[in-house]
């Protein structure tokens, strides 16, 4: 076994990455109150920001000094094109959530990701989305009253409307 | 079932073309999002849920109430600003969001806020630890003096009430304390009874069920005249009467809806809110917590809000509690 | 006898016995889905109950609250997606054991000895609770700090192969649990001048991303492969292996009501330091702590239960909250007219007995509920990756969204999420960085609060550990399983762990 003797394909940035990052915050941790006193706000922070630099900065270290590379591909064992795919697929969620609201992006994400996974099959991704999207409209909305932002359709006046509805010709 | 499809689509089709614009004689058309700027179990949020009720009879609406939590409160305030000034956002609050700009948490603060209702206002108290040696505001004055820095009080950080109640002591006579923040003043009557603080200054509401049972001692009424609570202990505006025009002071409940609101929407929730505060569930609540009814609305609440930031920013300025001047926003000084 | 009666209201009550049934069984789903969590059930109930009694809408909270804690194991062993964060120990060896398709068992085991776990947490809290609060008002500021030390500490056990990689990642939990305006002084920290940032990062919104979200990623590798079949023949465990689980789920619960009793730390906590327990007790486990021991699912569960009786010692002797929920449920009895505090257990001693009856029937409930209804559950697991893997990530989203309603803990939860999923890849383990988040403000808070206390003098605070003997037993503790970690002390003489393999 000495498969961790050997660095994975994108292994060096990420350590890399993840060396800077904490610099940075190794950075902001001590502006926020300097060397003030051992109570400060920013005395746990810059502790645990040093932590991270010190620690990252020997991974780092450790992974720059192995030689040798294993037979792992960067677009095939560590990023895939499916795990591509579905991180562009949340990014948009997350994009569109505000202005379009939940119902449409979610529908739209779930029957997209269905269709993409299963390659195909549009009944079977709209009839399983909608199915799925209804039990969390009433488990969270209905029942938890959770806000979700409504963007383009009007959810909260429907419901208002057929509350009335229901609650008889008064 | 035909009749009723048609009302739902007809329904629906004006739901759509209305969008948020609202009519006061159809508000609320859809639920109101209650937004608590404080945790699940606080004392704002149990008053909030004690009279919404109450005004959702009055509104015949629905208001859905939330929690939404950080930054003293400001994270809230900032939410319900960001939203469309329609009556369907309402903040609920307590006192902080009047500190935020001299203590650099932003600039909106309640001037961009129409008060629906201040609901109630807590009275400040000064508790002890039952091992404390010392038992009346004098003998703990003298304390404290002879011992500089080493009793410990309880704090909720700069602009809390603790911070506030210490800076007006403070601002009379010599004080040198060791304050010990806590996040809330729960977990730090809680460090009290366990000994971790000395004093305590709270609000009389979250205190008074320790002070009953015997967990703590109360020292004296940070008020003009006693509660009827606590009927035997001293307030300090009259045992101190150099005190008393701080006085009354507290902390208190309020809810707000953003500047520009339709004026016949806020007198709506200002009828509905009214109206809560007088059920019975609210009164009795406020009772046993001992806080004081205020239930002022208008120009009343306004004034309510001008003096109790003047006073208070001032207070902290002068202790250096504040991180810019209220001279700076255009707060007159008291 | 009087206090049998009032035990008794809830069990002769036939309305009474069923809201606390249907309590427990919503509360078996609400804690199973991430995001939905038992604080947020009980806040909408008290808006639901308004107009009941007293007693309904308690029979109600406390069924959702021990059904909730229970439930969080569900999703942790099935998905590997705790529902609740304590059950995020149950997920370190309950999904192995679903991978191995022992799904059915591991539900078996962890139902029981939630059970034991909540009967005996119910049981100190029934004969023990005035001596335990008074206890756990004991603690002091550098306990409190000396306790998230020996949670940091945990970071040894969790960090897999390497510890360099595990203290980096539990370094950075800490880091994250301390963004946003700092609550003791509302000092901005790594808001990097962003006001979206001053309410801090979710905590579970982290959860969610570093172990749903990278979850669902990490299993588009194989999503054309088959699921694992579990089999559910034998969910029931049987009489012999409860009773070696016995000695071990005896401590786990003690730490359990101990840790749910103390104001400021919860059943998430309770559960990890009772893993940790676990593994350093159990000489020979059957299969190895990581890959699906059964000692490994018998502890969070048994310390996780507890805690919900611990977390009611406080509240109904002093009006304390032990956690959260507890914290709605003293607001609730406000609402309901009631005082609760320390003359409540003495002017109404009803309140007391009630509580604690109905916290029996609501643990006998969840095993019920816990044990039957095993076959529907297993098949979600069995269900087309091309299926389960968008649902996941939806709800991901939906339940980072409703934890505070904020927009900005959907887009950190997704961040998280990525970020987890290249950490995984490249041999990072997740726990110690939950671990951090959960014990940051803990320890950051206490640490300064200590200090403070003792005007800045670092003399003074040692003196202060040296001469209490609360603080003396705890830092003995601190300073033992940190000299008896022996990978690490092997990890610290080998470069640190980089490349120690036994």
């Given amino acids: ?170 | 079932m035909k009749k009723t499809l048609v009302k739902f689509a007809a329904m629906a089709a004006l739901g759509a073309v209305m969008g948020t614009a609202a009519f006061a004689q159809d508000y609320p058309a859809k639920e109101i999002q209650g937004i608590i700027q404080w945790g699940a179990g606080g004392s704002t949020d149990t008053v909030m849920r004690t009279v919404t009720p109450h005004a959702e009879k009055v509104l015949g609406g629905k208001v859905v109430m939330k929690n939404m939590t950080g930054g003293v409160g400001a994270i809230a305030t900032k939410f319900v600003y960001a939203q469309n000034p329609d009556g369907y956002a309402l903040l609920m609050g307590a006192e902080n969001p009047l500190l935020y700009k001299v203590m650099g948490l932003g600039d909106i603060d309640y001037s961009e806020f129409t008060p629906i209702n201040i609901l109630a206002r807590g009275v400040p108290i000064l508790v002890a630890n039952n091992d404390a040696p010392f038992d009346t505001f004098d003998e703990m004055v003298e304390y404290i003096q002879a011992h500089p820095n080493e009793v410990k009080f309880g704090s909720t950080g700069p602009g809390g009430l603790p911070s506030v109640v210490t800076s007006m002591i403070a601002s009379k006579i010599e004080l040198p304390v060791t304050q010990v923040p806590y996040d809330g003043d729960g977990p730090a009557l809680t460090a009290l009874q366990g000994g971790a603080v000395d004093v305590m200054p709270a609000v009389l509401g979250a205190s008074i069920e320790a002070i009953r049972g015997g967990r703590i001692k109360a020292i004296t009424l940070i008020d003009n005249k006693p509660t009827e609570v606590l009927p035997d202990l001293p307030a300090l505006g009259e045992t101190h009467p150099e005190y008393a025009d701080y006085f009354p002071w507290g902390p208190f409940f309020g809810v707000f809806v953003k500047n520009g609101t339709p004026e016949d929407v806020v007198a709506k929730l200002t009828e509905a809110y009214a109206e809560g505060a007088k059920s019975e569930d609210f009164v009795k609540l406020m009772a046993d917590r001992g806080y004081i009814i205020e239930s002022l609305s208008g120009q009343e609440a306004q004034d309510f809000l001008t003096k109790w930031q003047s006073l208070t920013t001032w207070l902290l300025h002068d202790a250096g509690q504040t991180k810019a001047s209220p001279e700076e926003f255009g707060i007159p000084k008291p | 006898m009087q206090a049998l009666e009032y035990f008794l209201i809830p069990w002769l009550d036939l309305k009474l016995l069923f809201l606390v049934a249907a309590g427990t069984f919503a509360g078996v789903y609400v804690g199973a889905i991430p995001g939905l969590s038992v604080t947020m059930a009980v806040s909408i109930l008290i808006g639901f109950t308004f107009t009941w009694d007293v007693y309904p809408a308690l029979c109600l909270m406390v069924g959702i609250f021990m059904g909730g804690v229970y439930g969080g194991s569900r999703t942790a062993i099935l998905l590997n997606i705790p529902g609740a964060p304590s059950a995020i120990a149950t997920a370190m060896d309950g999904y192995p054991l679903a991978q191995k398709g022992q799904a059915g068992e591991a539900i078996g085991i962890a139902t029981v000895m939630s059970f034991v776990g909540g009967l005996i947490g119910i049981i100190v809290l029934a004969i023990a609770a005035p001596t335990v609060s008074e206890f756990a008002l004991v603690f002091q500021p550098r306990d409190y700090m000396l306790l998230a030390v020996l949670g940091i500490l945990l970071v040894g056990s969790l960090s897999g192969e390497s510890l360099v990689k595990g203290i980096f990642a539990g370094a950075m939990g800490l880091l994250i649990g301390t963004v946003g305006l700092d609550p003791l002084t509302a000092e901005e920290r790594f808001t990097f001048g962003l006001t979206g940032l001053w309410g801090g990062i979710s905590f579970i919104a982290v959860m969610i991303g570093m172990f749903g979200v990278s979850e669902a990623l990490m299993q588009l590798h194989h999503v054309d492969k088959t699921a694992v079949k579990q089999k559910i023949s034998r969910i029931v465990p049987n009489w012999a292996s409860i009773r070696r689980y016995l000695p071990l789920s005896l401590q786990t619960s003690s730490i359990g009501v101990l840790i749910g009793a103390l104001p400021g730390t919860g059943g998430d906590i309770a559960a990890l330091m009772a893993y940790d327990h676990a593994k350093r007790v159990t000489r020979n486990p059957e299969v190895p702590f990581g890959q699906g021991a059964k000692e490994g699912l018998v502890a969070p569960e048994t310390a996780n239960n507890a805690a919900v009786g611990g977390a009611f010692i406080p509240m109904l002797t002093l009006g304390i909250p032990g956690d959260a929920v507890t914290a709605i449920m003293i607001g609730a009895l406000y609402i309901h007219g009631l005082n609760p505090g320390p003359m409540l257990m003495i002017e109404q001693p009803q309140m007391f007995w009630f509580i604690t009856g109905a916290l029996v029937l609501a643990n006998i409930f969840m095993l019920i509920f816990g044990l039957t209804g095993i076959r529907i559950f297993t098949k979600i697991v069995e269900m087309p990756r091309t299926v389960l893997i968008p649902l996941i990530l939806l709800l991901s989203i939906v339940g980072a969204y409703a934890v505070n309603n904020s927009i900005s803990d959907v887009y950190w939860m997704l961040g998280f999420g990525v970020l987890g999923y290249f950490m995984k890849s490249y041999g990072y383990q997740l726990g110690p960085v939950i671990l951090g988040v959960i014990l940051s403000r803990l320890l950051d808070e206490n640490w300064r609060r200590a200090i403070i206390s003792e005007q800045g003098s670092i003399a003074g605070l040692f003196k202060g550990m040296l001469t209490s003997p609360l603080s003396l037993v705890l830092l003995a503790t601190v300073v033992l399983i940190f000299v008896s970690q022996t990978p690490l002390w092997r990890c610290v003489r080998g470069k640190l762990g980089l490349e120690s393999r036994p």
């Fill in chain 1, 1 to 170: 076994m000495h498969s961790n003797r050997i660095r994975s394909a994108g292994e060096l940035v990420f350590h890399a990455a993840l060396f800077a990052v904490s610099l940075v915050l190794l950075w902001s941790s001590y502006g926020i109150s300097g060397f003030a006193s051992l109570s400060s706000p920013g005395a746990l922070p810059m502790a645990v920001a040093f932590v991270m630099a010190v620690s990252s900065g020997l991974i780092l270290l450790d992974c720059w000094r192995k030689a040798e590379r294993d037979r792992t591909r960067f677009l095939r064992d560590i990023l895939p094109p499916a795990v591509i795919v579905m991180m562009l697929f949340i990014t948009g969620y997350a994009l569109l959530l505000v202005p379009l609201g939940f119902l449409p992006v979610s529908l739209m994400f779930l029957v997209l990701s269905i269709l993409y996974l299963r390659r195909g099959g549009l009944v079977f991704a709209v009839s399983v989305s909608l199915l799925a999207l209804i039990l969390v409209y009433i488990v969270f909305r209905l029942v938890f009253t959770v806000l979700m932002p409504a963007g383009i359709v009007p959810e909260a006046e429907l419901l208002a409307a057929i509350g009335q509805i229901f609650g008889g010709g008064k």
